[in-house]
């Protein structure tokens, strides 16, 4: 040996490191056992897998997402009130309506849990993760720039979006291919022209590329989530996944940073254009969509509380928020189409007698008469629910009421809106993809907090009225021209929760001209 030691001597050191790493451990155990006393006896109560000690149930979510996802599906089958110890962490899933209830209704409880800190590079304080005073203003400021009276003005841009989405459907007749990535571009595409009000001249294949990077950091977050060694920054940073995600925040950040750049400048000519009476009203209403971008930079000029780094912010947050759910609800929806070809042709039916033979553009009456579209759509975000999970930070005990049990401050309450979304004791047929659960008389029956695929209570989704309208115009248009097919069933499906739940396997279709439409040539 070199260094001036010898063999035997080296082997000693070793040993003697080891001892004290293990000797540290144990008393860093026996002092966390200790200092979380009251949380470790609450916890005991609750059902639950059986843990080792120091790791908890950590070695157990190990695998591909869908193998993870179905690992913590078998264990929510436990009870509707499940814990799981990943290390130190203490996470306890809910699905019974009444418990969800206590949590998202509640102003006490809308802190994010610390799962949603590794968002933070990329959404900074958004809506989606702040907190507190800033939450409240900024929600405040956000919610009435996503009300029906702005939204149907974005019909013609759904339309007009919707149709290209098709144009470039037609080069995949015949083939497999996955929907996904169509869904996503359309879906990034119609937000930069509705919420962000930036016209489509003015557009390059920034959408694209920005649907590619988000789909990556998504992939990124989420295997930081599940390898453990990931998690400090340091590691991170040094590690490939650390390099990927500063490249795809370049490309987002670069495109949001353009978009408010655009915006600003508009707003800059607009004001002008108002002093300039040469300029025809219509042309200045031409270039003036209220949007939440507009709104936003509005209000910051008029010295509301936003920043510019704020406005930022929240730009990524409802470009993220509101790209990939919409994008995951679509291909699902087309996947269970294909899967149904029954359920399918009564879709179809209900858009004949709406638009006959006529290749008009959809009108927001035609939405309203979509009934069965809905209903299929509906039955889509309960089964496959874009966003499975819902994780809050807890600062109290909260006592449940579906059993007698307490969940301790300082844990992670989770909300399994994929598990309660398939309760027995509400769906005859839990599992079964039936539109008919939405019957008006159906749902009637139902507790607001037994369907959340938008969450519920204060922290709702904001763009809930929005996705609605726009997968009504989309997914009405791409089946007016095509009949969705698949070799697959919904039994193929394998489901994986990388933060948006998706199918490991892609969203495979395939798809047939409907013979008597011709929108594509418009
Ligand atoms: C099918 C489509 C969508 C689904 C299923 C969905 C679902 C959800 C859910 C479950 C939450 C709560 C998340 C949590 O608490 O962790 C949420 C929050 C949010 N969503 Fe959506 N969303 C959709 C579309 C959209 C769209 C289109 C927008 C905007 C254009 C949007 C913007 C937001 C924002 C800003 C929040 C944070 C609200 C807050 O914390 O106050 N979402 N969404």
Redesign the pocket.
Known sequence: MSLGITTHEFHVYVNVLQYFIIFTLILWYMYWQLSKRYVLKLAEKLPGPKGWPLIGNALEFRGSAHEIMKKLCRYLEIDSVVKLWIGPKLLIFLSDPKDVEIILSSYDH?D?SSE?DLFKPWLGN???I?TGET?KSH?KL?YPT?HMNILKKFIVLFNTNSRETVEKLWKEVGKTFDCHDYMSEA?VEM?LET?MGVNKKTQDRSGYEYAQAVMQMCDILHSRHMKIWLKPDWIFKLSSYGRIQKAMLNIIHSLTNKIIKSKMDTLDELSQSCKNASRSDTDVEEKRRVA?LDLLVEASQNGEHITRKEIRE?VD??MF???D??A??ASFFLSLMAAHPDIQNRVIQELDEIFGNSDRSATFSDTLEMKYLERCLLET?RLY???PF???HLNQPVKLVSGNYILPPGCTVVIA?IKLHRREDIYANPNKYEPDNFLPERAANRNYYEF????AG???????K???L??KVLLSTVMRNFYIRSHMTEKDFKLQGDIILKREEGFQVRLEPRKYTNLKQL
């Open positions: 809308i994010k949603y958004g809506l989606l702040s939450w929600r956000i996503f879906t937000l919420a939440f929240q947050t409802i928020e509101g790209h759910t919409t995951a609800a975000l629910p874009p966003v819902i994780a809050r809106t959340i695929p938008f969450s204060p922290r709702n989704c904001v763009g809930r929005y996705a609605m726009k997968l």
